[in-house]
C-alpha cells in the first residue's frame, strides 16, 4: 500500500518546484495544533544521544551560508519507508519506531567484523562533531544544514577493509510493522545505497546522528544516517542497519526504480539536467516563494575537494 499519492519519480517539473501542497498542510496542521515545531502530543523517539553537545568544525562553519530552520529540516522530509508527503515523515515516523537501542553491523570484505550498538560506535570512533553543509535534493529543493557526526572514513579504518574491496553498500531498516511505506509499492525494500571505497573515504563523507547540535530526529534518518554534500540527497540513506565492503558495483535503490533518470554517481552537476526537470537553479526551502531560487553549484559547491574523485569519468553520462 502506498502511503500519500505522489512519488518522487513520477513527478512533473512543476510538481518538482512547487512547495504550495506542503504550505497548505502546514498551514493546517499549525492550525490544528500539529505544525512541525510543536510536535503536540507526538512522543519523540529520539536516536542515539551519545556525543552531546558536540563542538562545530572551525573547517566547515558555514560561514556565508544561510542555515535552514530547524523546523523545516525536521519538517519537510523525503523517506519513503513512511510516506510519498514532505509532512508525512515528521508524523509518521514518530508513531511506535523505536530508534534507540540500534544496532550497526559492518561486513564483507573487512578484515574486522563489526556489530555495534550506535552510542557505543560513537564512542569507538572519538565522538561527534558539528559541520554545516549544503543538501541538494535531485527535485531540485536545496537546504543548509548543520550535522553533529563523524567522518565515514574513522568507521572503515576500524572495520580495516581488505584489499579487493572497491564499493561501500549501505542499507536501511526493515520493518513494515512500523514503517507504513515499506508494505508495499514500487520500491524494492530495503532502500539501499553505495559508495566507491574512494568517495567513502573522503572527508567531506559524514555518518551523521544527530542536527543542530541534538540527536538525529526520527524522520531526519535516526539515529545513524549517511551525508554525502556533493551528491543529491537521495544517496544520504536514512537509519542505516548494515555497511558491507563489496567488490562489485552495487544497484541503488533509485536506479533500480527508474535506470534512465537515476545513476550511481549522482553528482550534482547543473549542466546535466533532469529528464523532466533542470538542475541549473534549485529552490531554497525557506527562502521566500518568489525569492528563494539560486544557480546550482558543480558538485553543489565542494568541487575542490571532490573533483579528483573523477578524473577521466565522463559526469554527462548516467551511469
Ligand atoms: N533514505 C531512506 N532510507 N529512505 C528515503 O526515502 N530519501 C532520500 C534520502 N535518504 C530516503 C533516504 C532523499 S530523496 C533525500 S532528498 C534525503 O534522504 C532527505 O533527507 P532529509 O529528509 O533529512 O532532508
Not at 527535485?139 to 579504518?157: R, T, Y
Not at 550534482?268 to 525569492?291: A, L, T
Request: with cysteine; net charge positive.
Amino acid at each position: 500500500m502506498h502511503v500519500g499519492k505522489r512519488r518522487s519519480w513520477q513527478l512533473s517539473e512543476s510538481e518538482a518546484i512547487s512547495e504550495g501542497d506542503y504550505w497548505n498542510r502546514r498551514k493546517f496542521l499549525k492550525a490544528v495544533g500539529l505544525g512541525t515545531g510543536s510536535l503536540a502530543g507526538i512522543p519523540n523517539l529520539i536516536g542515539a544521544t551519545a556525543g552531546f553537545p558536540t563542538t562545530r568544525n572551525p573547517k566547515y562553519s558555514g560561514e556565508g551560508l544561510d542555515v535552514t530552520d530547524y523546523d523545516l529540516v525536521s519538517g519537510y522530509n523525503n523517506f519513503y519507508e513512511f510516506s510519498y508527503d514532505k509532512d508525512g515523515p515528521a508524523k509518521l515516523a514518530n508513531k511506535g519506531w523505536k530508534t534507540e537501542p540500534w544496532t550497526l553491523e559492518v561486513g564483507g570484505l573487512v578484515d574486522n567484523p563489526l556489530k555495534l550498538d550506535v552510542n557505543d560506535l560513537i564512542k569507538r570512533v572519538g565522538g561527534i562533531e558539528q559541520r554545516v553543509y549544503r543538501f541538494r535534493c535531485v527535485e531540485a529543493w536545496s537546504m543548509v544544514i548543520p550535522w553533529d557526526g563523524f567522518q565515514l572514513s574513522k568507521l572503515l579504518q576500524l572495520a580495516s577493509p581488505k584489499s579487493g574491496a572497491k564499493f561501500v553498500k549501505f542499507t536501511t531498516f526493515f520493518d513494515p510493522k512500523v514503517a507504513p511505506g515499506q508494505r508495499g509499492g514500487s520500491i524494492d525494500w530495503p532502500y539501499v545505497e553505495a559508495l566507491t571505497l574512494a568517495e567513502a573515504m573522503n572527508e567531506l563523507t559524514l555518518l551523521a546522528t544527530g542536527i543542530f547540535g541534538k540527536p538525529m530526529p526520527n524522520q531526519n534518518g535516526a539515529p545513524i544516517r549517511l551525508v554525502v554534500p556533493w551528491k543529491y540527497g537521495f544517496k544520504s540513506i536514512k537509519s542505516i542497519v548494515r555497511i558491507d565492503l563489496v567488490d562489485t558495483k552495487p544497484v541503488n535503490t533509485w536506479q533500480a526504480l527508474q535506470p534512465s533518470e537515476y545513476g550511481f554517481y549522482a553528482n550534482v552537476n547543473p549542466k546535466v539536467d533532469h529528464p523532466r526537470w533542470s538542475q541549473g537553479s534549485e529552490r531554497v526551502i525557506g527562502g521566500g516563494f518568489f525569492s528563494g531560487r539560486k544557480d546550482t553549484l558543480m558538485f553543489n559547491g565542494y568541487e575542490e575537494q571532490v573533483a579528483g574523485l573523477y578524473d577521466g569519468l565522463d559526469l554527462r553520462r548516467n551511469y
